[in-house]
């Protein structure tokens, strides 16, 4: 296990579309994190999963937007109706509860663009 | 509300000048607080971690202090590098239990070190 995988890479969307991103954690991390950063900007919170259960949610966080952590391993963030405020680079964060002095590790991120 | 400050937004320097990168935060019950390499489109890479218990971390060319009661952190990075030039970013996670587990970031601070 390398890192944090995310997928895809980067996506170009039609404002109005559906867009589903993927986040793998490390596979012994049981907490998973998702940020949204925009440019020239730091990394904001979106929301945070204990295996699979939701625990908290930014209120930058519209109702078209959710998230999934299913069986407690990947997760998906999905935006529907994308709108053009949307475009920013999505993070996804993994860290294990018995390992908390470790900190955070990122992926590499989805770069969202919508036009 | 936590709130983390990076001054300066930007800072060039001559390859070879050591670099001083400033964080504030502005509540001091933080759990810890960690410092991020981001190179530009890329993910965040992390370089320190340091708990609120400690004064400060040492890694290679890189030392972070941390004075919680003043709110202040500095990430020294001695004999810059051409290879250096990145956005570095702090963010701190609260300690309060209420407060949840997530990092409250800072701006960053664009180096760029001119060889």
């Known amino acids: 296990d390398t890192g944090v995988s995310q997928n895809p890479r980067h996506k170009i969307t039609k404002r109005g579309q559906n867009v589903t991103f993927r986040c793998d954690p490390i596979?012994?991390?049981?907490?998973l994190y998702w940020y949204r950063q925009t440019l020239g900007q730091g990394p904001e919170f979106l929301t945070y999963f204990q295996n699979e259960a939701q625990l908290e949610k930014s209120r930058l966080l519209s109702d078209r937007f959710s998230a999934e952590r299913p069986k407690g391993s990947f997760s998906t963030l999905e935006i529907q109706r994308t709108e053009q405020g949307d475009s920013a680079m999505y993070l996804c964060?993994?860290?294990?509860?018995?390992?908390?002095?470790?900190?955070?590790?990122f992926g590499s991120g989805t770069r969202l663009t919508v036009v | 509300k936590q709130e983390v400050t990076q001054i300066p937004a930007a800072l060039s320097v001559p390859e070879g000048e050591n670099l001083v990168l400033n964080c504030s935060f502005t509540?001091?019950?933080?759990?810890?607080l960690q410092w991020f390499r981001q190179d530009p489109g890329k993910g965040l890479t992390s370089l320190l971690l340091i708990q609120s218990s400690q004064r400060e971390q040492t890694s290679g060319r890189l030392n972070a202090s941390l004075d919680k009661s003043s709110g202040r952190s500095t990430l020294y990075i001695a004999a810059s590098q051409p290879g250096d030039s990145a956005t570095y970013l702090c963010?701190?996670?609260?300690?309060?239990?209420?407060?949840?587990?997530?990092?409250?970031f800072g701006g960053g601070t664009r180096v760029l070190v001119k060889p």
């Open positions: 596979s012994e991390h049981n907490r």
């Open positions: 964060a993994s860290s294990s509860r018995t390992e908390i002095n470790y900190g955070y590790t």
């Open positions: 509540d001091s019950a933080i759990y810890n």
């Open positions: 963010a701190v996670r609260d300690g309060v239990k209420a407060a949840g587990n997530k990092l409250t």
